[in-house]
Protein backbone atom coordinates (compact mmCIF):
# COMPACT_ATOMS: atom_id res chain seq x y z
CA UNK A 1 0.00 0.00 0.00
CA UNK A 2 1.31 3.05 -0.83
CA UNK A 3 2.70 5.74 1.84
CA UNK A 4 -0.13 9.03 1.56
CA UNK A 5 2.90 12.10 0.41
CA UNK A 6 2.67 15.28 2.10
CA UNK A 7 1.04 16.47 -0.85
CA UNK A 8 -0.65 15.49 -3.92
CA UNK A 9 -1.01 16.37 -7.32
CA UNK A 10 -4.36 18.59 -7.09
CA UNK A 11 -4.36 18.39 -11.31
CA UNK A 12 -4.35 13.97 -11.35
CA UNK A 13 -6.90 14.10 -8.08
CA UNK A 14 -9.55 16.20 -10.85
CA UNK A 15 -9.13 14.41 -13.49
CA UNK A 16 -8.81 10.74 -11.53
CA UNK A 17 -12.27 12.31 -9.83
CA UNK A 18 -13.49 13.17 -13.63
CA UNK A 19 -12.96 10.03 -15.24
CA UNK A 20 -14.13 8.05 -12.27
CA UNK A 21 -17.91 9.72 -12.55
CA UNK A 22 -17.31 8.74 -16.65
CA UNK A 23 -16.89 6.07 -16.08
CA UNK A 24 -19.46 5.38 -13.77
CA UNK A 25 -21.75 6.86 -15.80
CA UNK A 26 -20.60 4.58 -18.70
CA UNK A 27 -20.57 1.48 -16.93
CA UNK A 28 -23.67 1.47 -14.77
CA UNK A 29 -26.29 3.11 -17.24
CA UNK A 30 -25.00 3.17 -21.27
CA UNK A 31 -22.80 -0.29 -21.55
CA UNK A 32 -24.88 -1.97 -18.72
CA UNK A 33 -27.24 -4.08 -21.15
CA UNK A 34 -30.88 -5.11 -19.96
CA UNK A 35 -29.49 -9.03 -19.59
CA UNK A 36 -27.35 -7.76 -17.05
CA UNK A 37 -28.99 -5.58 -15.09
CA UNK A 38 -32.60 -7.73 -14.83
CA UNK A 39 -29.85 -11.07 -14.71
CA UNK A 40 -27.66 -9.75 -12.10
CA UNK A 41 -31.01 -9.50 -9.95
CA UNK A 42 -32.30 -13.11 -10.51
CA UNK A 43 -32.70 -15.86 -8.17
CA UNK A 44 -30.52 -18.33 -10.26
CA UNK A 45 -28.18 -17.27 -12.89
CA UNK A 46 -27.18 -14.09 -11.63
CA UNK A 47 -23.54 -15.04 -11.49
CA UNK A 48 -22.58 -14.18 -15.53
CA UNK A 49 -24.70 -11.42 -15.40
CA UNK A 50 -22.84 -9.60 -12.83
CA UNK A 51 -19.79 -11.20 -13.64
CA UNK A 52 -20.28 -8.76 -17.26
CA UNK A 53 -20.92 -5.72 -15.62
CA UNK A 54 -18.57 -5.65 -13.21
CA UNK A 55 -16.12 -6.50 -16.25
CA UNK A 56 -16.97 -3.42 -17.75
CA UNK A 57 -16.07 -1.22 -14.59
CA UNK A 58 -13.05 -3.07 -14.20
CA UNK A 59 -11.86 -2.61 -17.80
CA UNK A 60 -13.10 1.22 -17.14
CA UNK A 61 -10.73 1.57 -13.85
CA UNK A 62 -7.54 -0.24 -15.76
CA UNK A 63 -7.76 2.43 -18.83
CA UNK A 64 -7.92 5.14 -15.77
CA UNK A 65 -5.32 3.56 -14.06
CA UNK A 66 -3.03 2.79 -17.05
CA UNK A 67 -3.34 6.39 -18.06
CA UNK A 68 -2.83 8.34 -14.81
CA UNK A 69 -0.45 5.84 -12.56
CA UNK A 70 0.11 1.99 -14.54
CA UNK A 71 1.75 0.91 -11.54
CA UNK A 72 -2.19 0.98 -9.94
CA UNK A 73 -3.08 -1.21 -12.97
CA UNK A 74 -4.56 -3.93 -10.29
CA UNK A 75 -6.89 -1.87 -8.47
CA UNK A 76 -9.13 -3.14 -11.54
CA UNK A 77 -9.58 -5.93 -10.06
CA UNK A 78 -10.22 -3.98 -6.64
CA UNK A 79 -13.05 -2.58 -8.09
CA UNK A 80 -14.47 -5.39 -9.72
CA UNK A 81 -14.24 -7.29 -6.35
CA UNK A 82 -15.59 -4.04 -4.48
CA UNK A 83 -18.12 -3.69 -7.12
CA UNK A 84 -19.62 -6.75 -7.40
CA UNK A 85 -20.36 -6.95 -3.61
CA UNK A 86 -21.92 -3.74 -3.71
CA UNK A 87 -24.11 -4.71 -6.26
CA UNK A 88 -24.75 -8.06 -5.44
CA UNK A 89 -25.61 -6.81 -1.52
CA UNK A 90 -28.23 -4.17 -3.32
CA UNK A 91 -29.56 -7.41 -4.74
CA UNK A 92 -29.98 -8.99 -2.01
CA UNK A 93 -31.26 -6.65 0.70
CA UNK A 94 -33.92 -5.36 -2.38
CA UNK A 95 -35.12 -9.36 -2.95
CA UNK A 96 -35.25 -9.45 1.25
CA UNK A 97 -37.28 -6.84 1.75
CA UNK A 98 -39.27 -7.04 -1.56
CA UNK A 99 -38.57 -3.55 -2.63
CA UNK A 100 -40.59 -2.05 -5.21
CA UNK A 101 -39.40 0.83 -7.57
CA UNK A 102 -42.34 2.77 -6.16
CA UNK A 103 -41.50 2.06 -2.56
CA UNK A 104 -38.76 5.54 -1.17
CA UNK A 105 -37.01 1.98 0.43
CA UNK A 106 -35.80 1.23 -3.02
CA UNK A 107 -34.75 4.70 -3.80
CA UNK A 108 -32.83 4.62 -0.38
CA UNK A 109 -31.04 1.56 -1.29
CA UNK A 110 -30.45 2.73 -4.93
CA UNK A 111 -28.89 5.92 -3.49
CA UNK A 112 -26.93 4.13 -0.72
CA UNK A 113 -25.72 1.39 -3.50
CA UNK A 114 -24.62 4.84 -5.88
CA UNK A 115 -22.89 6.89 -3.33
CA UNK A 116 -20.84 3.33 -2.24
CA UNK A 117 -20.10 3.70 -5.95
CA UNK A 118 -18.66 6.97 -5.87
CA UNK A 119 -16.90 6.57 -2.38
CA UNK A 120 -14.75 3.93 -3.87
CA UNK A 121 -13.60 6.07 -6.78
CA UNK A 122 -13.21 9.01 -4.67
CA UNK A 123 -10.41 6.65 -2.38
CA UNK A 124 -9.06 5.02 -6.02
CA UNK A 125 -8.30 9.14 -7.20
CA UNK A 126 -7.08 9.80 -4.23
CA UNK A 127 -4.76 6.39 -4.56
CA UNK A 128 -4.04 7.47 -8.28
CA UNK A 129 -2.98 10.92 -7.25
CA UNK A 130 -0.74 10.28 -4.51
CA UNK A 131 0.55 7.52 -6.26
CA UNK A 132 2.08 9.69 -8.80
CA UNK A 133 2.52 12.45 -6.81
CA UNK A 134 5.38 9.92 -5.48
CA UNK A 135 6.85 8.90 -8.92
Known amino acids: MPTMPE ?5 LLIWAVALFI ?3 LLSDFILQTS ?5 KEQTTGWFAPLLAHIAVHAAGT ?25 DRCKTLIQ ?3 QLKIEQAAYWWLFGI ?21 LA
Not at 35 to 39: D, V
Not at 63 to 84: E, T
Not at 113 to 129: G, P, R, S, Y
Open 113 to 133: DQTLHHLTHLVFAVWIAAAAS
Open 22 to 24: IKH
Open 62 to 86: LLIALLLAPQLAWLAIVDLIVHGLI
Open 7 to 11: QIASH
Open 95 to 97: KRH
Open 35 to 39: WMAKG
